[in-house]
Structure formats: structure tokens, C-alpha cells
């Protein structure tokens, strides 16, 4: 993934989205990631992410309700969910690999093949449990920081492993770098 096609939608550019929307991180996440693999027009934003929101619906792995800090994205079901989004946007040269355990080896592995990690907090200090996209890692030092699309903050935020905190990830991999896509509406 080519750096000027990250993207930082946040969770407040699609909160009227519809009748409203309630604990959406993980669509709004897999929106930037969409737009990152994809030439698509960032004016089609809602578009895309209403999209994205309703086959999270219809497949029973986002809910878009906030009751007694329940709803949001079935976490274990985020691989499915990210696999259904490609295939409905037409980015067949992405492979969603498996959800696993955050590992600083793993994350920096995928990040220096190019692919998009799609990160899932856990009872972290400040994003509790959130999803996010990380789109590189740069030396620091003797540190490496992150760069991740929070979806709260317009702008990167730069995080080390530390205080990356306990989580999930799952790496989003383009197999075919020299296409390009645009979503079709």
C-alpha cells in the first residue's frame, strides 16, 4: 500500500450516518482500509461505509446499538467480515489472513510486506477495546513506533508496542501490488 492512499476517517464523520450509529469502529476502520486499497474518491465516504456497515448487519457481526457497553463488531468475527467487505468491493487481490494474538515480530513482519494490519484493542488504557488499522512501523531509535489510523483523530497517531497493550490483529495483504481499484457504486 502506497503511503498517500492512507486514509483517517473517524468514527465522528459517520455518526448521523442512517438513523445513527453506535459503537462503530470496526466499519469505520474497514472504510479507511477500503480507501487505502482502493482509488476510490474520498467524497464517496458515507457511501462506502454505509455499505460496509449494512452487510455487518445483515451478516450478525456489527450491531449498531450501545446497551450496557454491548454492540459494536463480534471480534471473532472480524476476518469474515473484512472478507465479505473485499469481495463486495471487488478487491480480489486482498488476502484477510487469520485473527491472531498481537506479537510485535508478527505486526512488524506484516508491515514490512506492505500489508495493513486491521488492530483490535483489548481493555487498553485509553481506546478500551476499539478497532483501528496500522499502516507502518518506523525505527526509532532502538524503538519502533506504529502508525495507526485510530478513528478518532483525523491525523496518525504514533504508538510503540508498549503501549500498544494487549489485542488482536489481522493482516490485510494485497497479493497483486500493481492493480489498481476504484469502488464501483
Known amino acids: 500500500m502506497k503511503k ?5 476517517f473517524t468514527t465522528r464523520a459517520f455518526d448521523k450516518v442512517g438513523r445513527g450509529q453506535h459503537r462503530h469502529c470496526g466499519p469505520t476502520a474497514i472504510t479507511n482500509a477500503v480507501f487505502s486499497l482502493s482509488d476510490t474518491p474520498k ?17 450478525l457481526i456489527f450491531y449498531n446499538f450501545d446497551f450496557l457497553r454491548f454492540g ?15 469481495k463486495h468491493f471487488h478487491l480480489d ?9 498481537l506479537s510485535k515480530e508478527s ?20 481506546y478500551e477495546n476499539h478497532h483501528t488499522l496500522v499502516y507502518e512501523c518506523i525505527d526509532y531509535g532502538d524503538d519502533v513506533l506504529f502508525k495507526i489510523a485510530d478513528g478518532w483523530s ?3 497517531v504514533y504508538l510503540s ?19 489498481e481499484h476504484t469502488v464501483n457504486r
Open 93 to 101: 487481490d486482498v488476502r484477510v489472513h487469520r485473527r491472531q494474538k
Open 43 to 59: 467524497e464517496k465516504a458515507e457511501e462506502v461505509y454505509r455499505d460496509i456497515a449494512k452487510i455487518g448487519q445483515r451478516r
Open 154 to 156: 483525523q491525523k496518525p
Open 72 to 86: 459494536g463488531t463480534v471480534d471473532f468475527l472480524s476476518p469474515a467480515y473484512l472478507r465479505q467487505i473485499m
Open 107 to 126: 505486526l512488524i513482519r506484516a508491515l514490512r510486506r506492505g500489508s495493513i494490519i486491521y488492530l483490535q484493542f483489548r481493555h487498553h488504557e485509553r
Open 4 to 8: 498517500d492512499k492512507e486514509t483517517y
Open 161 to 179: 508496542y508498549e503501549q500498544l497493550g494487549k489485542g488482536y490483529m489481522i493482516e490485510i495483504e494485497e497479493t497483486s501490488r500493481n492493480q
